[in-house]
Structure formats: C-alpha cells, structure tokens
C-alpha cells in the first residue's frame, strides 16, 4: 500500500472531450500543481497516454496514478471524482524497469531508447525480414525469416507481446520475452522467456534488399542493422493501482481470459 503524500497532484490528461472534462472538474476540486513540484502524477486517458507520462517521470521519481479514459486501460483505474487523495493513499506501488535499447543504423548512427512495453523490430518493405538472434553474445539462431521480433518485459507482456503469441509474464517475474512476429522459418519456433539479465542483440540480414526499423515504445528507428536488448536496472518507473484491482491480478486475469 501506497504511503506518499498526496498534497500536490499533477493531473495530465488525453485530447479526448471526456478526458478535458474530468480535468477541468479535478482541477477544480484538487488543484495542478507543476510536475516538478509533484508527489504524484494523475493521468487521464488510456494505455498511450499512460506510456508517454511515465516516461516523462522516468528521471523524478514520481509515481502514477491512471484513471482510464481509454479503449483497453490495462495500466488505468476507473474514473471517480471523489475521494482521489484517499484512493491514492491506499493503492498498490508496482515498480517497473524498462528496457534500454541501442540500435545501429545502417550508416553506422548509432541510438538510444527506453522501452517500458517492449523493443520490436519490424521489416519495411514487402520483403521479410532475416534476423540473426543473439543471446549473451551467442547465436542462437542463425536465420529468423519473419515479419519481426520483439523483447517484451513483464507488463509489456500483455500488449504487442499477446497479439503476437507470445507468453504472458508475471509482473514480478525477474523474465524477459523474446517473440516472433509472423514467422516463416524456423517454421515451429514459438520464442523465448529469457532472464531478465539476458542481453538480446539482434542482427539485420540483407539490410538493403530487406530493410528493417526498431521502434522502442513509441520511438522509432529507421534502417536498423543491429539492435541490443537489456533490462535498465538504473531506470524505474513506479505505477499506482487501486487494491482491489492491481497489475498483478490484471496480468493474472488475461491468463483465463477466453
């Protein structure tokens, strides 16, 4: 259970009419106060909107709490005008780190990136990929032919990670996933759960016949040749969750949901 203060709250919300409206009525009833100033941040929208504020808290140390104004809210809570300080007080913290990224371009750029969900790779053109996958500087595969691969860490594991087959991680497991997106060869190879220590390197074949772009969350690289995959133990974000409703039982109920 959560123990912070909730003296001053930073409310950021989404572009949607409903999402303003419960702005405008907190605000009101609350008060905004700058994020810099923060004990923590309240995030009105949906998964997006929650992704694009935690990584702008991702170097104060400010947790989140989300009230779901989206289509899916997996990371949200419901909307209640009443009773946010107390709500608040009494959630669950669920602390997360993200992935970090370095991708190397084929003119030899080189990028960083933070990934709270997941590092995919994807092939650009109609042409399929070809992947070498590295794991700790070993290969082991030489050759994945495929529309993509992705690392998924815990909570990302429900969102492209699912859509794609791939496993469904407890929140707290110390995992990483590693998922094919379509493969065509090797035609029975499903992926890979992974220590989270593991370092993943993935290695673009035929870049110019078969080009390929990363995208870390919602950054995208262009032209990639190779990428490396690890879990940021320095980085942490922390996510507030109503008791009755937390990521672990999220996570949990997406494994029975039919």
């Known amino acids: 259970m959560s123990t912070l203060s909730t003296e001053r709250i930073h409310f950021v919300a989404s572009g949607t ?11 009101n009833k609350y008060g905004n106060c700058e994020l810099l100033e923060a004990n923590v941040v309240v995030a009105l929208g949906g998964d997006g909107l929650m992704l694009e504020t935690l990584h702008s808290v991702m170097d104060i140390d400010v947790p989140v709490y989300g009230m779901n104004f989206g289509s899916i809210g997996f ?45 995919s790779l994807l092939r650009a053109s109609y042409q399929a990929a070809k992947i070498e996958v590295q794991v700790d500087g070993k290969t082991r595969l030489q050759e994945l032919v495929c529309d993509g691969v992705l690392v998924a860490t815990p909570p990302g594991s429900t969102a492209y990670n699912l859509s794609a087959h791939g496993p469904i991680l407890p929140i707290d497991a110390p995992l990483l996933a590693l998922t094919p997106i379509s493969p065509f060869r090797p035609r029975r190879w499903r992926g890979a759960i992974l220590s989270n220590r593991a370092e993943v390197t993935l290695k673009v074949r035929e870049i110019d016949k078969r080009p390929v772009n990363a995208v870390a969350d919602s950054k995208e690289i262009l032209d990639v040749s190779e990428v490396r995959i690890c879990e940021s133990r320095r980085n942490a974000v922390t996510l507030l969750f109503d008791p009755d409703h937390s990521l672990d039982e999220r996570v949990l109920n997406e494994q029975f949901d039919y």
């Open 17 to 27: 009419e409903q999402s303003k409206d419960a702005l405008a009525e907190l605000v």
């Open 75 to 119: 990371m949200m809570n419901d909307y209640a005008l009443e009773d946010l300080p107390k709500r608040i007080e009494q959630a669950t913290a669920t602390e997360i780190h993200p992935l970090y990224m370095r991708a190397t371009t084929k003119d030899g750029t080189k990028h960083e990136a933070l990934a709270l969900n997941e590092v």
